[in-house]
Structures are given as structure tokens and as C-alpha cells.
């Protein structure tokens, strides 16, 4: 099993849309979660951070599930803006930090 | 504002040609990464490093060497590169912890001829 799974997309969606990403994650040990976003040709940004209370920024939102070990990330309302490849990431802390990326899902919203 | 810089946005080299990339970060950063990013395989941990002069192997290290000799810059070195190190290239750094988040440079995209 993959350390960092997610849907393979792409998602095509029209403006004003709500769409849903998933990511499932293998190591039990990981201890932080996170949602970068890549444009294309760009590097990977931060989103946001997961948290098991679930956050909300704005029109995203993301949801963690331990015991599921399942990270959501919700789009409301999607602008063209959002287009771009949505990455999970997962920390497992073993003194050192390092991040395991899932390989991305791609949404293009389209007018 | 985090600034993580890399030497070159694209590079065309040679095979067998020795290759160095430099990263350079502002932050005063512990940690610094280097990745490489490739369709279908998404990004792939080469080296890292958690100290100056410490460094530590990744998931994919093979042909490659890497050196940190000041906090803040870390170089990644292709002694002999090969057409299967045709790449995307991602510099990261980090201040560390368990919460940690990593903050990218803009890439290098290098092509091995």
C-alpha cells in the first residue's frame, strides 16, 4: 500500500462548484497533515494544515479522520482560480521531519 | 516571507557532465530538502539535511551527493548525470518540529542530453 494515497483525477468542474478531494495514508505514526497546492509549472505552496477538529479557510475546508486514517479537502463555490494540482502531505516525526506527498489530484474548473 | 532560492530555473547539461545545484534559504531554517518531481511518481525525496554538515539519505539517493556546508545553502551534486536524472528539481526548507511545514523553491528543471 502506498504511504499517501489520493484520487487520480483530473476533476473537471464548473464554476461555483463544490468539490472534494480524499487522501488516505498508511503509517499510524504520522503526526501532522497538511494540503499544498502546486500550479502548474510552479512549486508546491502550503494551503493549510489538517487538524482533527477539522479547519476551515475561507471556501476550504479539511477534515482528518485517525482512526480512518482519511484527510478530506472541500472546495466551496470553486473559482477558476483554483485550478491547480492539490497535494497531500503527511509528517511522520522520527526526531527529524519529513513530508510524504501523495502524487496530486488536478482540478480544472472551467467558465 | 520565506524565500527559498535556486541557482537556475532550467539547465541543460551533458551526460557524464558533473552537475551542482545551489539552494539557498533566508529563514535561518534547521532543515533543508531536496526532491525531485516527476510525472506519474510525484514528488520523491533525494537528500536531506537537519544540521550544517549533517545530511541524511532519502527514498531515492542513488547517483547523487549532496553538501551543506552553511546553514543556510544546500547543494545538491549529480557526480555523473545520466538522461534518467532529467527532472524536475525542488529545493525545501524547514524550521523543524512536529508540526513542520516546508516551504519550496521555485525549481530547476534539468535536462540531460
Known amino acids: 500500500r502506498k504511504e499517501v494515497e489520493q484520487d487520480p483525477g483530473p476533476f473537471n468542474v464548473p464554476e461555483g462548484a463544490t468539490v472534494a478531494f480524499n487522501c488516505t495514508y498508511s503509517?499510524?505514526?504520522?503526526?501532522?497533515f497538511f494540503w499544498y497546492r502546486q500550479d502548474c509549472r510552479k512549486e508546491p505552496k502550503l494551503l493549510m494544515s489538517?487538524?482533527?477538529s477539522g479547519n476551515e479557510d475561507g471556501r476550504f475546508t479539511a477534515q482528518l479522520n485517525r482512526a480512518s486514517q482519511y484527510i478530506s479537502l472541500l472546495i466551496r463555490d470553486s473559482k477558476l482560480s483554483d485550478s491547480a494540482t492539490y497535494l497531500c502531505?503527511?509528517?511522520?516525526?522520527?526526531?527529524?521531519?519529513?513530508?510524504?506527498f501523495g502524487k496530486g489530484t488536478m482540478l480544472l474548473v472551467s467558465p | 516571507d520565506v524565500k527559498v532560492t535556486q541557482s537556475s530555473r532550467y539547465l541543460v547539461k551533458r551526460t557524464g557532465e558533473k552537475v551542482f545545484l545551489e539552494c539557498v534559504q533566508d529563514?535561518?531554517?534547521?532543515?533543508m530538502f531536496w526532491y525531485r518531481q516527476d510525472p506519474g511518481l510525484g514528488l520523491r525525496l533525494i537528500y536531506f539535511?537537519?544540521?550544517?554538515?549533517?545530511?541524511e539519505k532519502g527514498d531515492i539517493p542513488e547517483g547523487y551527493s549532496v553538501s551543506r556546508e552553511k546553514k543556510e545553502r544546500f547543494s545538491l551534486i549529480l557526480e555523473s548525470a545520466s538522461t534518467n536524472q532529467t527532472s524536475m528539481y525542488l529545493c525545501a526548507s524547514s524550521i523543524g518540529g512536529s508540526r513542520d511545514t516546508q516551504y519550496f523553491g521555485p525549481g530547476t528543471r534539468l535536462t540531460v542530453l
Open positions: 539535511s537537519y544540521d550544517v554538515k549533517m545530511k
Open positions: 503509517n499510524s505514526a504520522s503526526q501532522s
Open positions: 529563514m535561518d531554517h534547521e532543515n
Open positions: 489538517v487538524y482533527s
Open positions: 502531505v503527511v509528517n511522520i516525526f522520527r526526531g527529524y521531519s519529513t513530508l510524504t
